[in-house]
């Protein structure tokens, strides 16, 4: 079936701008995550949407960031007025929900965000 | 909040051998450890995961061990193949929760 999708793939963008980055999550997945991942790192939880609200924000590193999932499915992260520190991987993942027991998170192959 | 530290950073193997990863983590209430695969230009893939109700797990050539009293788990990758090669990462969550991850463990295959 159909993994996660995100898009754009690469976004380049000039100092000061904003972004808006999607994901699509697999179909019934009612679990969705975002990660942030800089070169030669491992991802870096950044916000966690169960249905449509957002569960855990804990990630986002400043209001500049912002996510939603207005009907439970495709996510938008939205970055205002983007820095050069911005620059990294975005990526996507999505999973099943089961109470108290944490299922597979499946990843997209993410959008690489460079900020000049 | 959870910390998991990954060694090595870069392993190199001879095709047909063993490669072993290793990693640490901080947060006694996590109980779950999967791993990930991720090649150039991909997201992660999962290979692999264990719960903290079992101490090992295997598929195929891939296993995974849990040692919730010292607080750590490795995966062993056993006759390795030049399609190994990518970069590895750990990671540990708290049942329905952000999943931590290491920093990554560059495997190369020699041929």
């Known amino acids: 079936g159909a993994g996660v999708s995100q898009t754009p793939s690469n976004k380049v963008t000039e100092k000061g701008k904003y972004v808006e980055l999607r994901c699509d999550p697999i179909?019934?997945?009612?679990?969705l995550y975002w990660y942030r991942q800089s070169l030669g790192q491992g991802p870096e939880f950044l916000i966690y949407?169960?249905?449509?609200?957002?569960?855990?924000d804990s990630g986002l590193p400043n209001d500049r960031f912002f996510a939603v999932r207005p009907e439970g499915s495709v996510s938008t992260l939205k970055i205002q007025r983007t820095e050069r520190g911005d620059s990294a991987v975005y990526l996507c993942?999505?999973?099943?929900?089961?109470?108290?027991?944490?299922?597979?998170?499946?990843f997209g192959p993410g959008t690489r965000l460079l900020v000049l | 909040g959870e910390n998991v530290e990954q060694h090595p950073s870069t392993l190199s193997v001879q095709e047909g051998d063993s490669a072993v990863i290793k990693c640490t983590y901080s947060?006694?209430?996590?109980?779950?450890f999967p791993w990930y695969k991720q090649e150039l230009g991909k997201g992660p893939q999962l290979i692999i995961d264990?719960?903290?109700?079992?101490g090992e797990k295997k598929d195929q050539r891939i296993a995974v061990t849990l040692n919730k009293t010292a607080k750590h788990f490795s995966l062993h990758i056993t006759e390795t193949q030049p399609e190994d090669s990518a970069v590895y990462f750990c990671?540990?969550?708290?049942?329905?929760?952000?999943?931590?991850f290491g920093t990554g463990t560059r495997l190369t295959i020699i041929p």
């Open positions: 949407f169960q249905g449509t609200g957002a569960a855990d």
């Open positions: 179909s019934g997945h009612t679990a």
């Open positions: 990671a540990a969550s708290e049942g329905n929760e952000k999943l931590t």
């Open positions: 264990i719960r903290s109700n079992v």
């Open positions: 993942a999505s999973s099943p929900y089961r109470r108290g027991r944490q299922e597979t998170q499946y």
């Open positions: 947060d006694s209430a996590s109980n779950y």
